[in-house]
């Protein structure tokens, strides 16, 4: 026992004075830090960290380029700590985290000092509930986990209730003990914001009486939020064949400290954006998770400024390729929805159905 504590005692030595012992080669190991990019994600069983798992798999290149995922506490937090920890220069967030934050003015000029680099793909919402609840407005008043404090889902889950008049009791447990409490009837039903299929719901049977509960689509949810929905192909021990539970979506984003060009932390992230996307075809193919086939890299998300640098290489690769890019092919669904006098706002949410739905149709 005594030689472990040593040993941790010396590691945390060696991070405080700046790392492990200088080598020769490199004396102050600059090579490996200047090639090196923190990735924030998600918790354990969420889509976030195979996200960010996947993009270390494809992207290490030595000491050029070297992706160290990390596990995040939700958007909120991981919104936090790209602006405020140093080893951070990207994380995952929800495409509604910005407007949250500038809302509750969590850091002052955020929208200055966070830009995005791509949009990835849609979350889904699910609300899992036990065998005594038949609607969702059957949640007034009971016991409903929405993770933790700060989390994505619990920012999400308070939005959509709001919207949809329902007053919960929240619970604030981790999603798999919130899981344990919902087989045992401690709580009604749980909330999770996550790319479907996901891993803690795959598994589950529903002879315990625990089902997905449908979302309503409203006017004022669908100004937010894509309409989706979760399938037996999804969660076959929980949907029969044939059924649908209508759900909403948010979209997960790529998002970056708007760094100043100058700085080295901006040089090493757009070295790592021409290698995301010069290589993204790679993520298309197995075993990478299925939702990089949703993504559009050219895709654009409402108050949100894009990195400079990815702006940049879009821009070049539509104009190298001697083809439209898919930012001009965006720009014509546009006018083809201005000339049959469709709102800019529903244009946008049909082209991302439409992306969806293209994904779906690949092999």
Sequence with gaps: MGTVIVRVLLLGLCLVAGGFPASAADPRGVSANSGTVGIVSGGVEGTYVRIASDLASVLDDGDRLRVLPMLGKGSVQNLKDIVLLKGIDVGIVQSDVLAYAKREKLLPNIGQRIKYITKLYNEELHILAGPDVARIEDLAGRKVNVDVQGSGTQMTASLIFGMLGI????????????????????????????????????????????????????????????????????????????????????????????????????????????????????????????????????????????????????????????????????????????????????????????????ARSQP
């Design 167 to 358: 007053t919960v009791d929240p619970q604030a447990n981790d999603q798999a003990v919130a899981l344990e409490k919902l087989r045992k009837g401690e709580i009604a039903a749980m909330a999770y914001v996550a790319g479907k299929p996901t891993r803690l719901f795959r598994d589950l049977k529903g002879d315990g009486g625990l089902h997905f509960l449908s979302i309503p689509m409203t006017a004022e949810l669908l100004e937010t939020y894509l309409p989706s929905s979760l399938t037996a192909a999804d969660y076959d021990g929980l949907i029969k064949p044939g059924e649908d539970v209508d759900t909403v979506a948010v979209g997960a984003v790529m998002a970056v400290y708007g760094w100043e060009r100058e700085l080295e932390r901006h040089r090493k992230v757009a070295r790592f954006v021409d290698a995301f996307f010069s290589r993204f075809d790679e993520f298309l193919k197995p075993p990478r998770h299925p939702k990089w086939k949703e993504v559009n890299l050219a895709a654009e998300i409402p108050g949100w400024t894009r990195f400079e640098p990815a702006e940049l290489w879009l821009r070049q690769a539509g104009a190298g390729s001697g083809q439209q890019s898919p930012a001009g092919k965006k720009e014509d669904f546009r006018m083809f929805a201005a000339q049959r006098g469709i709102e800019p706002r529903q244009a946008e949410k049909l082209f991302e159905q439409f992306l969806l739905w293209q």
